[in-house]
């Protein structure tokens, strides 16, 4: 078995990196896009600063509706948006659209749960000292959220590495399509297991740090 | 230096409008303390809250230090809060700021640059006897001193007036007294006028000048403080005359005189 692995070295390396890519961009790109939209959602909800009950409504439909679509079928779904946004409807570039879209209200709506789980007092304390709802959202709300949204990138992270497992259909590569393609369809059950085994290390590290990040955030002892 | 003046304060709730201010009307001197009491849901915090529009009145006008609040747009109502201080019976501190940050705060929202920041704040911290906790989290205080922190942030911008909503309510007895010397101590070194809630009449002794007494949103007795002085002195009203005696009166029933022994066996286990 060690002398395969040595042999499939060079392929895990590089299912290894497909994964990575994938990781690096979309996840980052959800939390950049999904803070602003889970801090609207939070904000013109029933228990933020601008309540606006029909707009309310509408995102979260929206994001309900992205959300329940099960990551297979929007893969395939979003083809064409994905063919317009990279050139593209194959490869691992191809597969961080489908991710990035599903990560977004995902994030999102961790976003708008750590927010409104948030002490109600330090928003009317900032009120009274004259804050600007710009300066309530930074200075105010995403201060003290902020160990609870790095836990909230933890779960999320974790969630993505098993969704880029389905890269693999369409040609994204990655370290589950690697144990796919070679456990399932080559029936070489010990590379597969060699591939699950890397898969929990990763997840494992992700997590770890998550949490390690997460803690030493929080000071509420 | 507060001047409120015919002042109604409506909630739509499911079961209705509440009026929880109901035609209130309060002059309160510069410099002066004023103590609002009264028992819980009278609208006490609701009247409060009115004073610096976090809660906007249906009717009346709140003019502080000569300013029409209600006539003021977003932005000047935000530079007018930079001059109201408040204070808050749960401290409403950030968990995740240092006390030193917690206080700089005000300042930030008041845009203060930030060397004059870390000068201000350590300048409130000093008035609350602090300095040496700058750099803790709140998690590590106690309640008193969580308050104080909640005192130096509020006083930070040099605000005239001071509205502090049940500020002994969270803290033990003895801490009450600290926290409220520390209070008066303000308003006599620095000239702030305070504005004071509480249901407990020790506190309204201890500290204000005047007294509005509150009753379903409505002020329905005020006197002066230095009244209490004379032995004869009667409130006009019943809830007045309940609050000024700090007793509390049970109807006790005579005691049964034995305890059952199973009962008595259950207890001796604990
Ligand atoms: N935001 C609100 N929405 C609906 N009702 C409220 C709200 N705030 C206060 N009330 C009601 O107004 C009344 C007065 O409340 P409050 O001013 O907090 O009283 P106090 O501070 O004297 O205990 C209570 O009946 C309370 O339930
Ligand atoms: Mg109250």
Known sequence: MFDRLIELWPEIVLALAQTGTMLIVSIPLAILLGTPLGILLYGIGPTGLHHRPRLHRVLDGTVNVIRSFPFLILLIAIIPITRFIVGSSIGTAAVIVPLTINAIPYFARFVEQNLSQLDGGVVEAARSMGASRGQIIRDVLLVEARPALVTSITIMTVSFISYSAMAGLVGGGGIGDFAIRYGYYRYETDIMIAAIVLLVVIVQIVQVSGSRLSRSLDKRL | ?270
Do not use: W
């Not at chain 2, 001047?3 to 002066?32: C, K, M, R, W, Y």
């Not at chain 2, 700090?246 to 034995?258: C, F, S």
């Open chain 2, 1 to 270: 230096m507060i001047d409120i003046q015919n002042v109604s304060s409506v909630f739509d709730t499911p079961d209705g409008q509440l009026t929880a201010v109901d035609d209130v009307s309060l002059h309160v001197p510069e410099g002066s303390i004023q103590g609002i009491i009264g028992f819980s849901g009278a609208g006490k915090s609701t009247l409060l809250r009115t004073m610096n529009l976090l809660e906007r009145p249906r009717s009346g006008r709140v003019i502080i230090d000569g300013t029409d609040l209600l006539g003021l747009d977003v932005h000047q109502l935000r530079t007018a809060r930079h001059g109201i201080g408040m204070v808050f019976q749960h401290f409403n501190l950030l968990n995740n700021l240092t006390v030193q940050k917690n206080v700089e705060l005000s300042l930030k929202f008041a845009g203060v640059g930030r060397t004059e920041r870390r000068r201000a704040a350590a300048e409130a911290l000093d008035i609350v006897d602090l300095a040496d906790k700058a750099g803790s989290y709140p998690a590590q205080l106690s309640g008193g001193q969580k308050q104080r922190v909640g005192i130096a942030r509020a006083l930070a911008t040099q605000p005239r007036v001071l509205l502090c909503d049940e500020p002994t309510s969270a803290v033990d007895p003895r801490t009450t007294a600290s926290v409220l010397q520390y209070l008066s101590d303000v308003n006599a070194r620095l000239g702030i006028t305070l504005v004071i809630v509480t249901h407990e009449m020790n506190v309204i002794k201890a500290i204000a000048d005047n007294v509005a007494v509150m009753e379903d949103g409505r002020v329905v007795e005020r006197f002066d403080l230095t009244a209490l002085q004379n032995p004869g002195f009667v409130p006009a009203t019943p809830i007045g005359r309940y609050l000024i005696t700090d007793d509390i009166e049970l109807d006790r029933r005579p005691r049964a005189n034995t305890v059952a022994p199973a009962d008595a066996a259950r207890y001796s286990r604990v």
